[in-house]
């Protein structure tokens, strides 16, 4: 939980990040490679000046500082900073994809978006639905329970 926090903290200093919104945090099951401990997943909605590229470099640093050390695909990490969506934006690179292509199979990306958009529409692999709909079409028992309200982390 710490390092969400402090991830936070970061982002809340940062100079050109103008708001940051907070979902609840969620304890969830492993996604890709099940056999390590639950997760703790949130989401943050920011408004920045940032580039795409300049928001993933930021997000790396936290990252690094939180001790996190780039393995094996989908394995333990301390802190996972993605970049799910930008208004008017969209990036197809090797290292940056914007939407972020998984998200909406993913509940522990989706539940906690829901929090701060659950209208948002995002449309994937050619269908469109509003965040709250795409949650409803996942598995609901990937997330084993609410830890945090935003207000208390």
């Not at 928001?55 to 990490?77: D, K, M, V």
């Given at each position: 939980?710490?390092?969400?926090?402090?991830?936070?903290?970061?982002?809340?200093?940062?100079?050109?990040?103008?708001?940051?919104?907070?979902?609840?945090?969620?304890?969830?099951?492993?996604?890709?490679?099940?056999?390590?401990?639950?997760?703790?997943?949130?989401?943050?909605e920011?408004?920045?000046?940032?580039?795409?590229?300049?928001?993933?470099?930021?997000?790396?640093?936290?990252?690094?500082?939180?001790?996190?050390?780039?393995?094996?695909?989908?394995?333990?990490?301390?802190?996972?900073?993605?970049?799910?969506?930008?208004?008017?934006?969209?990036?197809?690179?090797?290292?940056?994809?914007?939407?972020?292509?998984l998200?909406?199979?993913?509940?522990?990306?989706?539940?906690?978006?829901?929090?701060?958009?659950?209208?948002?529409?995002?449309?994937?692999?050619?269908?469109?639905?509003?965040?709250?709909?795409?949650c409803?079409?996942?598995?609901?028992?990937?997330?084993?329970?609410?830890?945090?309200?935003?207000?208390?982390?």
């Amino acid at each position: 939980m710490q390092f969400l926090q402090k991830c936070v903290q970061c982002f809340a200093v940062n100079s050109r990040i103008s708001s940051i919104k907070k979902s609840s945090v969620y304890v969830t099951k492993p996604w890709g490679k099940v056999d390590q401990p639950d997760f703790l997943n949130a989401v943050l909605e920011i408004e920045t000046e940032m580039m795409p590229w300049q928001l993933l470099r930021f997000g790396r640093i936290l990252e690094s500082a939180a001790g996190r050390q780039r393995g094996g695909r989908w394995g333990p990490r301390t802190l996972d900073v993605d970049i799910l969506y930008a208004v008017g934006c969209e990036v197809d690179d090797a290292d940056l994809k914007i939407p972020h292509p998984l998200m909406t199979q993913r509940l522990f990306v989706m539940k906690p978006l829901a929090d701060l958009a659950p209208d948002l529409i995002l449309r994937q692999n050619g269908e469109q639905k509003s965040v709250r709909q795409w949650c409803n079409t996942l598995e609901q028992d990937a997330i084993l329970e609410k830890l945090y309200e935003p207000d208390e982390w």
